[in-house]
């Protein structure tokens, strides 16, 4: 059997890596690799780590590119992929926007679509944006629903998926998170081997559309008076390349004692600086889903979120971006150790570490 794996930004290429080496390593499927190429840098970063060279680079990336341009190369070249390969199933992850041009694509050729990661659900069609609607039109057009947890594959029966269809098989992320966190791990680079780790590291990330603009303005604005109050924290912020992050980033937390603001990490130093970290901040998805895991207690400067698992385990806390209710809710972190006790428990609602195994497993039964 031909199974066609697309993928093109940075979270889907880790949640990814773990399923093209199972693929990979089953004689009974012929694997291809196709990135869209949606991230650039970000993207390749995670395929060195993962020795993952594919077979197929639509290179459609561009700085500031629209939804719609990002939209229409990604299913011009995925259409000449999917012909060339002539693949029986097209795999792809998440909600981006590779993802829904990906089962598109494979849609307008009568090709079955593996979702892996689905039944994420907000329920606001505009947070996040544009992934919650990039998600449900995903589902549509779906044959094998891969869901992470329980509470995904109940949002799919609600919308009356078959549950033939749906297996639950744990997140991939944890897959690829169980490989990268070592006891002793040494960074390569600077500053990161020169903090003081006993010091209060606050890890922060943050990209997500609906902050851009002011809720964005909050979130690092929170954080520069964060540190100034509190002279025990050191902030690292690895920035996400888009330059409407990066130069509100540079506007409150450049040049400050104790801020970090640092080029995006790789996954294996990104993952051991979670490990290191005494708080994480952050609006991103993968994040949300890695710091349970790793015992970290997780602020989630977001409106919504379609990840309730850290929240409902209590590891997570969404607060929105209220600029004092984020200052408030870290202090609280910082100063009471039976609120940071309560939240620093390494749990594991997303996933054992398996998910792609049962993935390929299913795959097998499935089509073979
Ligand atoms: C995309 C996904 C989002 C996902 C995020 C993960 C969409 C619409 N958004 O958001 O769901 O959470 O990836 O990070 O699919 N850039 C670079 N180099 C890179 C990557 C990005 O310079 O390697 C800059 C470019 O200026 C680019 C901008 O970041 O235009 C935004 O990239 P884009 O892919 O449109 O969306 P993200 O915000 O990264
Ligand atoms: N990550 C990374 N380097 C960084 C920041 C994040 O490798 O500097 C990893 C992180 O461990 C997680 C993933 O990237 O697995 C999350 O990606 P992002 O926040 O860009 O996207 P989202 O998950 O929000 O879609």
Not at 75 to 99: A, C, S, W
Not at 193 to 221: A, C
Not at 340 to 355: H, T
Request: hydrophobic content about 40%; aromatic content about 8%; proline content about 6%.
């Amino acid at each position: 059997m031909k199974v066609l794996t697309v993928f093109g930004t940075r979270p889907e290429a880790i949640k990814m890596a773990p399923i093209v080496k199972e693929l990979e390593k089953n004689s009974n499927i012929e694997s291809r690799v196709c990135v869209t190429g949606q991230h650039r840098e970000i993207l390749d970063q995670v395929l060195e780590v993962f020795d993952i060279k594919p077979d197929f680079d639509l290179d459609i990336f561009k700085p500031g590119q629209s939804l719609s341009q990002i939209t229409t190369k990604a299913l011009l070249g995925m259409e000449k992929v999917i012909e060339e390969f002539r693949p029986d199933l097209l795999l792809i992850q998440g909600d981006t926007t590779t993802v829904f041009t990906g089962a598109l694509a494979a849609f307008y050729h009568k090709i079955p679509v593996g979702h892996v990661e689905a039944g994420l659900r907000s329920e606001n069609i505009y947070s996040p944006y544009p992934e919650e609607a990039n998600r449900k039109l995903t589902s549509v057009i779906t044959s094998l629903h891969f869901a992470p947890t329980e509470i995904a594959k109940e949002n799919l029966l609600q919308e009356g998926y078959n549950p033939a269809d749906i297996y639950v098989t744990g997140n991939t992320v944890i897959d690829a998170l169980k490989y990268t966190v070592k006891d002793k791990y040494i960074f390569d680079k600077s500053p990161l081997d020169s903090i003081q780790y006993n010091n209060k590291v606050i890890l922060l990330t943050s990209h997500r559309r609906e902050n851009w603009g002011e809720p964005m303005e909050r979130i690092f604005s929170a954080m520069k008076k964060i540190v100034e109050m509190r002279p025990e924290v050191e902030l690292i912020f690895p920035v996400h390349p888009n330059p409407k992050v990066r130069t509100v980033a540079d506007k409150y937390l450049k040049g400050m004692d104790r801020v970090h603001l640092i080029e995006p990490l790789s996954y294996e130093p990104f993952c051991n600086l979670m490990a290191k970290s005494h708080i994480v901040v952050t609006d991103s998805g993968g994040v949300q889903e890695e710091a349970p895991t790793l015992g970290k207690p997780v602020l989630v400067v977001r409106e919504e979120t379609e990840r309730p698992e850290g929240i409902e385990a209590g590891t997570a806390k969404l607060l929105g971006t209220d600029e004092a209710v984020i200052i408030e809710e870290v202090l609280r972190l910082l100063d009471d150790e039976n609120s940071y006790k309560s939240m620093a428990n390494a749990v594991n609602p997303y996933g054992d570490g398996y998910a792609s195994k049962r993935i390929v497993e299913i795959i097998c039964n499935r089509f073979l």
